[in-house]
């Protein structure tokens, strides 16, 4: 229960005049300083890229798409020949033996159409066992919750591919092989893998040259979008002034751009100063004077908070009155009430999730830390069968929770990239938000 404004301010009050012990926040200043509002003197977008793009575009559809009278009804076919080896896969395993399809094939097939949802069943991987119920050995050179046999695959897999770091002479597979390991395709943020695979697609020597001309041309499009919008962003955050006034928050706005690539970057921004203010600054009295005048949602109300203080909750209105006008433009002004309402959730200091396990089990912190990474491997199996049709909610919610931990595997894997600047970060920013491909 929260203590009375009255009382707060009277606790404030009587703590003027003496010297408040604050936590010590050494977070790495940003690398960036204003280089993305330098941007804003660019040429964005070239009418003529746009042109050569629309071109491109055109002639891969020509390629992918036979001519035919009704778009709908090569959609109709599209979807037919998913199901047809779906069906082929759940009645056919006998003819699927007798065709002789290998392990690629068929381990491409299963991936493919359990990414659109598809229940392929995971026994078609029988047929690469032995006689002791092992996978064989052979396959070595061929390189969801209840399917035993796929963990058993990737066990076999996992040791398979350890050794081609260390075993192939070919350094460039070395390296794929090293990436897949670290960053699976699942767990990969779909455009970072984009831009990291149109290199290798060009190094293979057997690429189409339309098509890689047309991603790449795409890719920059996009990526000068990103810049016109990291642009408004900066001019946004620098007004914030952060770096002086709320020196104790972490300077990353670009950081979280890159994670979201846009949405709401501003709601994430004030999320994270606000999870600053209470972890690494405020005091016990301030954040629940702060953590009242919140639930008031009343500009009138800012006087009685400490000059930093006023500094986010005056952003926090501004940024949530803006989001206000586009939802009311879109008729969906509900969900601007729902994100208010988590918003004034009460919190306080707390500790890590890993010492309240070791807490409460009587573990050590390696124990804990396994325990972890066992409910981090059954999470993953739970998103995956959240996807196969028919599924509980629609579609484009479920990617959205799948996008939301590919980041938190991007940036928390092996280190806290976020707050420490981490490599894996940087690189990311770098090659989404600044370095162009090469045309």
């Given at each position: 229960?929260?203590?009375?404004?009255?009382?707060?301010?009277?606790?404030?009050?009587?703590?003027?005049n003496s010297?408040?012990k604050?936590?010590a926040?050494n977070?790495r200043?940003?690398l960036?300083?204003?280089?993305?509002?330098?941007f804003a003197?660019?040429?964005?977008?070239t009418?003529?890229?746009?042109?050569?793009?629309?071109?491109l575009?055109?002639?891969?559809?020509r390629?992918l798409?036979?001519?035919?009278?009704?778009p709908?009804?090569k959609?109709?076919e599209?979807d037919?020949?998913l199901?047809q080896?779906?069906?082929?896969?759940?009645?056919?395993?006998?003819?699927?033996?007798?065709?002789?399809h290998?392990l690629y094939?068929?381990?491409l097939?299963?991936?493919l159409?359990r990414?659109?949802g598809y229940n392929?069943?995971?026994?078609?991987?029988n047929?690469?066992?032995?006689?002791?119920g092992?996978f064989?050995?052979?396959?070595i050179d061929?390189?969801?919750?209840g399917e035993?046999i796929?963990?058993e695959?990737?066990?076999?897999?996992t040791a398979c591919?350890e050794?081609?770091?260390?075993?192939?002479?070919?350094?460039?597979?070395?390296?794929?092989?090293?990436?897949?390991?670290?960053?699976p395709l699942r767990?990969?943020?779909?455009?970072?893998?984009a831009?990291?695979y149109?290199?290798i697609y060009?190094e293979?020597?057997?690429?189409?040259?339309?098509?890689?001309?047309?991603?790449k041309?795409?890719?920059n499009?996009l990526q000068?979008?990103?810049?016109?919008?990291?642009v408004?962003l900066?001019w946004?955050?620098?007004?914030?002034?952060?770096?002086t006034e709320?020196?104790?928050?972490r300077?990353?706005?670009v950081?979280?751009?890159?994670?979201i690539l846009g949405?709401?970057?501003?709601t994430i921004?004030?999320?994270?100063i606000?999870?600053?203010a209470?972890?690494?600054?405020?005091t016990?009295?301030?954040?629940?004077?702060?953590?009242?005048?919140?639930?008031r949602?009343?500009i009138?109300?800012?006087d009685?908070?400490?000059q930093?203080?006023k500094?986010?909750?005056?952003a926090?209105l501004?940024?949530?009155?803006e989001?206000e006008?586009?939802?009311?433009k879109?008729?969906r002004?509900?969900?601007v009430?729902?994100?208010?309402?988590?918003?004034e959730?009460?919190?306080?200091?707390?500790?890590?999730g890993?010492?309240?396990?070791?807490?409460q089990h009587?573990?050590?912190?390696?124990e804990?830390?396994?325990?972890?990474?066992?409910?981090?491997?059954?999470?993953w199996?739970?998103?995956?069968?959240?996807?196969?049709k028919?599924?509980?909610?629609?579609?484009p919610?479920?990617?959205w929770?799948?996008?939301?931990?590919?980041?938190?595997?991007?940036?928390y894997?092996?280190e806290?990239?976020?707050?420490h600047l981490?490599?894996v970060?940087?690189?990311?920013v770098?090659?989404?938000?600044?370095?162009?491909?090469?045309?």
């Open positions: 229960m929260s203590l009375p404004v009255s009382a707060l301010l009277s606790a404030q009050t009587h703590n003027s010297v408040v604050r936590p926040a977070y200043p940003s960036w300083g204003d280089r993305f509002l330098s003197n660019n040429s964005l977008e009418y003529e890229n746009l042109e050569q793009a629309q071109k575009k055109e002639e891969v559809q390629m798409m036979a001519p035919i009278d009704k709908s009804q959609l109709d599209i037919s020949v199901q080896i779906y069906k082929y896969y759940h009645y056919n395993e006998d003819e699927l033996e007798i065709s002789g290998g094939t068929v381990a097939l299963f991936r159409l990414q659109q392929i069943p995971s026994d078609v991987f047929k690469f066992k032995d006689s002791k092992k064989r050995e052979s396959l061929d390189v969801v919750h035993d796929l963990d695959a990737l066990d076999f897999t591919l050794s081609m770091v260390t075993a192939d002479s070919n350094p460039s597979i070395a390296v794929q092989v090293s990436r897949a390991l670290q960053r767990k990969c943020l779909p455009r970072l893998e831009r990291h149109l290199s060009q293979s020597g057997s690429f189409n040259e339309v098509l890689l001309s047309f991603a041309l795409d890719f499009i000068r979008q990103h810049q016109k919008e990291l408004y900066s946004w955050w620098k007004g914030l002034n952060i770096s709320l020196s104790f928050a300077d990353r706005v950081e979280l751009y890159c994670w949405e709401n970057t501003k921004c004030m999320i994270l606000i999870d600053d209470f972890d690494a600054y405020g016990f009295e301030e954040l629940e004077l702060f953590t009242d005048t919140v639930k949602w009343d009138n109300c800012i009685q908070l400490p930093y203080m500094l986010i909750y005056k926090l501004d940024v949530y009155e989001i006008e586009e939802m009311s879109e008729g002004l509900y969900r009430n729902y994100a208010k309402e988590a918003l959730q009460e919190r306080g200091h707390i500790v890590s890993s010492e309240c396990y070791m807490k009587g573990v050590s912190k390696q804990a830390h396994e325990e972890f990474q066992r409910q981090i491997v059954n999470a199996k739970d998103m995956n069968e959240e996807f196969l028919p599924t509980q909610v629609p579609t919610l479920l990617v929770i799948l996008n939301l931990a590919r980041v938190m595997d991007f940036l894997k092996n806290d990239a976020y707050t981490g490599g970060l940087i690189e990311g770098t090659s989404l938000l600044i370095d162009p491909l090469l045309l």
